[in-house]
Nanobody
């Protein structure tokens, strides 16, 4: 098992940047594929970005590609999501997720309900 704790949410103006962090607690944390999802009020949870266990492969939703950047530090068992040029419609609760399965390029289309572990989420509010 692995426990995930997100942080970094808050209020940011449209066009601004924000950094989200997720700390994974557990001896096998470095072996998990990690991803970020977000959920806006009244909408389904959607994929944002993911990174392989090695950190050598990253995946992004089409809507955030080029603006967001995901990285991990296995020595610290953390994964970070760097967000830039934020849009008001990207307001929502951002969740960190972990899974042993290597979804690879399938990350954008997976059913998030199948993922093994989730953090409690951190709220990001983008004002216009």
């Amino acid at each position: 098992q692995v426990q995930l704790t997100e942080s970094g949410g808050g209020l940011v103006q449209a066009g601004g940047s924000r950094r989200l962090s997720c700390v994974a607690s557990g001896p096998a944390a470095s072996g998990y594929n990690l991803g970020w999802f977000r959920q806006a009020p009244g909408k389904e949870r959607e994929f944002v970005a993911a990174i392989s266990w090695s950190g050598n492969y990253t995946y992004y939703s089409r809507s955030v590609k080029g603006r967001f950047f995901i990285a991990r530090d296995n020595a610290k068992n953390t994964v970070t999501l760097y967000m830039s040029n934020l849009k008001p419609e990207e307001t929502g609760v951002y969740y960190c997720a972990a899974d042993q399965k290597a979804y690879g390029s399938d990350w954008p289309s997976i059913n998030y309900r199948l993922l093994e572990f989730w953090g409690q989420g951190t709220l990001v509010t983008v004002s216009s």
